[in-house]
């Protein structure tokens, strides 16, 4: 039996941070990036920006978002599939995401026992979705509206039959996005939404979980086996026990255990052996801190159970909170110093007359007064603004004593 290897808890946040391309990095690219974290959780919310443009500011700094959509679209390095949530993944990964797609839908669920309800309506339906969009390239779902709009009604969701139909077919894999128009996803063949560089060979789902596994523990720096299953390919890890067990019997994954100084952490805890090397460095002092913005859905984060036993901060969402009930905000972005989460702030973006709204801004208990890290703080708030093209930011009276000579001065 492999000696689980001690990593002090800063240790193992800092390892986190760093494969997150959290930590001071030397003009990351969007390609180093997204090879690092696996993929962008999609999420229509926009009171700052989207959710996947958030997560890429935070490590590369001020970028052209239509950059970001050429990288994605354009060049083809990123498609739109199911990761933790909705994400943009990668096109080089395309071989595990196709072999979720070959399995879709299953047999005895309630998306086939749709289809089979529609019958040779939904034959016809699904048949003049592909054929147009191989005739006609991109479209978006509007332009299937009129005659195949509505029809058989299955209680399976709220949705028309044809946008179910749509979503099916994306399921399936049998067609992608190409491209957005604000909210507006125009669809085409699976094929021609993909690089010539993808590769397209089938895996066996032994093969697909094996890939999945390491690139979540890579993305995560060091996990736990429930932590792995809802990184990356969320909960489809078959037979994980056992993938990892003879991963670790061929030395690819280090069994890792936990100490917060003296005391051992529960749960058993795995390490990359790839990235032993950087956790070594990370051990002798090597850490690059800075000070960042996170989106609510930030890679880092999204695992609110995992952020609150690592970190020590608890992070929830409030959207859905009635606002007299909200302690921090509508949309809260946490701020990361170093590998400590010293607060959070409450932005919104108002495109119509250029003003960045900061409605809040809190300090985590026994955060930094000093000069130096307030300034920071509002250096990240400046950031923010000039990376959306804010004409002004505006603040609230809702600022920390400690911070408030500095922050909204």
Not at 101 to 113: C, D, F, I, T
Request: include cysteine; hydrophobic fraction near 40%.
């Amino acid at each position: 039996m492999t000696t689980p290897r001690p990593v002090q808890l800063t240790h193992l946040r800092q390892l986190a941070i760093t494969k997150q391309y959290l930590h001071d990095a030397k003009n990351p690219t969007f390609a180093e990036v997204v090879s690092s974290i696996g993929c962008l959780q999609l999420d229509p919310i926009s009171a700052v920006a989207k959710n996947h443009r958030i997560v890429m500011w935070s490590r590369v700094g001020n970028y052209d978002m239509k950059a970001l959509s050429d990288f994605i679209y354009g060049e083809k390095q990123m498609f739109e599939y199911w990761a933790h949530a909705a994400s943009l993944v990668l096109s080089d990964d395309y071989p595990i995401h196709r072999h979720w797609m070959s399995l879709y839908p299953n047999p005895e669920g309630r998306v086939q026992a749709w289809i089979n309800e529609l019958g040779e309506k939904g034959v016809a339906l699904k048949n003049t979705i592909l054929t147009r969009l191989q005739n006609e390239g991109a479209l978006p779902s509007r332009a299937f509206e009129g005659g195949e709009k509505g029809g058989v009604s299955s209680g399976w969701t709220g949705e028309s039959t044809l946008n179910k139909m749509i979503d099916y077919l994306w399921c399936r894999g049998d067609i992608l996005v190409a491209k957005r128009e604000g909210n507006q996803r125009w669809w085409d063949i699976a094929e021609r939404c993909l690089p010539q560089s993808a590769p397209r060979h089938v895996l066996s789902q032994e093969e697909v979980v094996t890939i999945a596994v390491q690139k979540a523990i890579q993305g995560l720096g060091i996990g736990t086996m429930q932590q792995i299953k809802i990184h990356f390919t969320r909960n489809n890890y078959p037979q994980l026990d056992v993938i990892l067990k003879k991963l670790v019997a061929n030395g690819i994954v280090i069994p890792v255990k936990v100490m917060d100084g003296i005391t051992e952490m529960r749960g058993a805890y795995y390490l990359h052996s790839s990235d032993l090397a950087t956790l070594e460095q990370l051990e002798a002092g090597g850490f690059a801190p800075k000070m960042v913005l996170l989106s609510p859905f930030d890679n880092l984060i999204c695992d609110r159970k995992r952020t609150e036993e690592l970190f020590k901060y608890f992070y929830r969402i409030e959207i859905y909170v009635p606002q007299a009930k909200r302690q921090y905000g509508y949309y809260v972005l946490s701020i990361l110093q170093g590998d400590k989460f010293i607060g959070r702030i409450d932005p919104l973006m108002d495109r119509k007359t250029g003003v960045l709204h900061i409605n809040s801004v809190h300090a985590e208990p026994n955060a930094p007064d000093d000069v130096n890290t307030v300034m920071g703080v509002r250096q990240q708030i400046e950031g923010l603004g000039t990376w959306l093209g804010a004409k002004e930011i505006r603040y609230s009276s809702v600022i920390p004593s400690q911070w408030a000579g500095i922050i909204g001065g």
